[in-house]
C-alpha cells in the first residue's frame, strides 16, 4: 500500500472537487446570494462555463497522473519509455490551451460590450449619482430632487464640479429597484475598486479618470458594498451598502437627506436623513409635531 501512496494521493483529490462541486450549493459553499441583477445572470454563466473547462481539465489530468504512477509501481522490471520530445505532442498541448482561451474570449464579448461599452448600455439607463473612492470610504453625490438627469454633453458639465443643491451621503447608495441605473465612478487618491457581489458588479476606481457603470437590482434589499483593491492600511473597513428600494421609497430618502442638509439648526426639519441612512426610510419618516 505504501508503494501506492502517491498514485492514490493524485486521483483522490479530483474525486473531492467532484464532491465538491456536487454538495457545495447545499452547503451554502457557493456564491453568496443569486444573482440579482439581468448583467449578474449572464455573468455566473461566464463562470459556469470556466469552471467546467477547468474542473473537466483539473480531473483528467490527476486521472492522468494518477493511471501512470500506479503504472510505474506495477511495473517496476519494466523500463520507462524515455522520449527527446514529439513536434506533433507539443503543437497540440500549444494549439488545445490556446483554442480554448480564445473560445472563452469570443463567448464573453458580448457580455463585456454591454457592461463596458457605453454605447451597448440599455436605453432606458438613468444617471443616478456620482461616487468618489477615497481612503477609507465610499462618498455618493446624488442631483437636487427634480432636478433633471443630465446626459451627453451635460453629463460632462455636470461631473466637472458640485451643484447647487447637490446631495451627500457615505457609504451609502441609494438605488431604485428595477431600473437600469448609472453611476460615475471616481478616486480621490490611489485606485480602489467598486465591487457589489450580490449585484456581480465591479470596476476599479482609476485615480484622474471618471468611468461610467450601470447596473440594476431586480429584487428590493440591501447589498455589501467593498473594496477589492489593496488600497492601504485602512482597506479592510472601506465597506458601504447598496439599498435597492421602491421608486417610492428612493424619492421619499432623496426628499429627506435634502431636508437634513439644508436644516438650518433651528428649524426641527421633518425627517432626519442621518436616520434614512441608518435605519431606512420607513423609520425615518416623522411627524412635524
Same mark, same amino acid.
Not at 12 to 32: D, H
Not at 214 to 237: I, M, N, P, S, V
Given at each position: %500500500?505504501?508503494? #501506492?501512496?502517491?498514485?492514490?494521493?493524485?486521483i483522490?483529490? &479530483?474525486?473531492?472537487?467532484?464532491?465538491?462541486?456536487?454538495?457545495a450549493?447545499? +452547503?451554502?459553499?457557493?456564491?453568496?446570494?443569486? &444573482?440579482? /441583477?439581468?448583467l $449578474?445572470?449572464?455573468i455566473?454563466?461566464?463562470?459556469y462555463?470556466?469552471l467546467?473547462?477547468? @474542473?473537466?481539465?483539473?480531473?483528467?489530468?490527476?486521472?492522468?497522473?494518477? +493511471?501512470?504512477?500506479?503504472?510505474?509501481?506495477?511495473n517496476?522490471?519494466?523500463?520507462?519509455?524515455?522520449?527527446h520530445? /514529439?513536434?506533433?505532442?507539443?503543437?497540440?498541448?500549444?494549439?488545445a490551451?490556446?483554442?480554448?482561451?480564445?473560445?472563452? /474570449?469570443?463567448?464573453?464579448?458580448?457580455?463585456? *460590450?454591454?457592461?463596458?461599452?457605453?454605447?451597448?448600455?440599455?436605453?432606458?439607463?438613468?444617471?443616478?449619482?456620482?461616487?468618489?473612492?477615497?481612503?477609507?470610504e465610499? *462618498?455618493?453625490? +446624488?442631483?437636487? &430632487?427634480? *432636478?433633471?438627469? #443630465?446626459?451627453? %454633453?451635460?453629463?460632462?458639465?455636470?461631473?466637472?464640479?458640485?451643484?447647487? $443643491?447637490?446631495? +451627500?451621503?457615505?457609504?451609502?447608495?441609494?438605488?431604485?429597484?428595477? #431600473?437600469?441605473?448609472?453611476?460615475y465612478?471616481?478616486?480621490?487618491?490611489?485606485? !480602489?475598486?467598486?465591487?457589489?457581489?450580490?449585484?456581480?458588479?465591479?470596476?476599479?476606481a482609476? &485615480?484622474?479618470t471618471?468611468?461610467?457603470?450601470?447596473?440594476?437590482?431586480?429584487? *428590493? $434589499?440591501?447589498?455589501?458594498?467593498t473594496?477589492?483593491?489593496?488600497?492601504?492600511? $485602512? !482597506?479592510?473597513?472601506?465597506?458601504?451598502?447598496v439599498?435597492?428600494?421602491?421608486?417610492?421609497? !428612493?424619492?421619499?430618502?432623496? #426628499?429627506?437627506?435634502?431636508?437634513?442638509?439644508?436644516f438650518?439648526?433651528?428649524?426641527?426639519?421633518? @425627517?432626519?436623513?442621518? %436616520?434614512?441612512?441608518?435605519w431606512?426610510? /420607513?423609520?425615518?419618516?416623522?411627524?412635524?409635531?
Amino acid at each position: %500500500m505504501g508503494n #501506492k501512496f502517491w498514485p492514490i494521493f493524485f486521483i483522490f483529490w &479530483p474525486v473531492v472537487a467532484i464532491i465538491t462541486c456536487v454538495i457545495a450549493p447545499a +452547503y451554502g459553499w457557493w456564491f453568496p446570494t443569486p &444573482p440579482l /441583477s439581468k448583467l $449578474g445572470v449572464q455573468i455566473d454563466n461566464l463562470f459556469y462555463l470556466i469552471l467546467v473547462i477547468v @474542473t473537466v481539465t483539473f480531473v483528467g489530468t490527476h486521472i492522468a497522473l494518477g +493511471y501512470v504512477l500506479w503504472r510505474g509501481v506495477d511495473n517496476r522490471e519494466k523500463k520507462a519509455w524515455f522520449s527527446h520530445g /514529439s513536434h506533433n505532442l507539443e503543437v497540440l498541448w500549444s494549439i488545445a490551451p490556446a483554442g480554448v482561451l480564445l473560445f472563452i /474570449s469570443l463567448y464573453q464579448l458580448d457580455v463585456w *460590450r454591454q457592461f463596458r461599452v457605453t454605447s451597448s448600455f440599455p436605453a432606458d439607463t438613468q444617471l443616478l449619482a456620482e461616487v468618489t473612492a477615497r481612503q477609507f470610504e465610499w *462618498r455618493i453625490r +446624488y442631483p437636487k &430632487p427634480g *432636478r433633471e438627469f #443630465k446626459n451627453s %454633453m451635460e453629463v460632462k458639465q455636470w461631473l466637472a464640479g458640485p451643484q447647487d $443643491g447637490d446631495l +451627500y451621503t457615505v457609504n451609502d447608495l441609494r438605488i431604485p429597484v428595477d #431600473k437600469n441605473v448609472l453611476i460615475y465612478l471616481r478616486s480621490m487618491d490611489v485606485q !480602489h475598486s467598486f465591487f457589489v457581489p450580490a449585484l456581480r458588479i465591479k470596476q476599479d476606481a482609476v &485615480p484622474g479618470t471618471v468611468i461610467p457603470i450601470w447596473f440594476g437590482a431586480t429584487q *428590493r $434589499g440591501d447589498f455589501d458594498l467593498t473594496c477589492t483593491e489593496l488600497c492601504g492600511w $485602512g !482597506h479592510y473597513k472601506m465597506r458601504g451598502r447598496v439599498f435597492a428600494q421602491t421608486e417610492v421609497e !428612493h424619492g421619499q430618502y432623496l #426628499k429627506t437627506l435634502e431636508a437634513e442638509q439644508s436644516f438650518d439648526g433651528v428649524t426641527k426639519p421633518g @425627517t432626519s436623513g442621518a %436616520m434614512v441612512a441608518s435605519w431606512g426610510v /420607513s423609520d425615518s419618516v416623522k411627524d412635524d409635531d
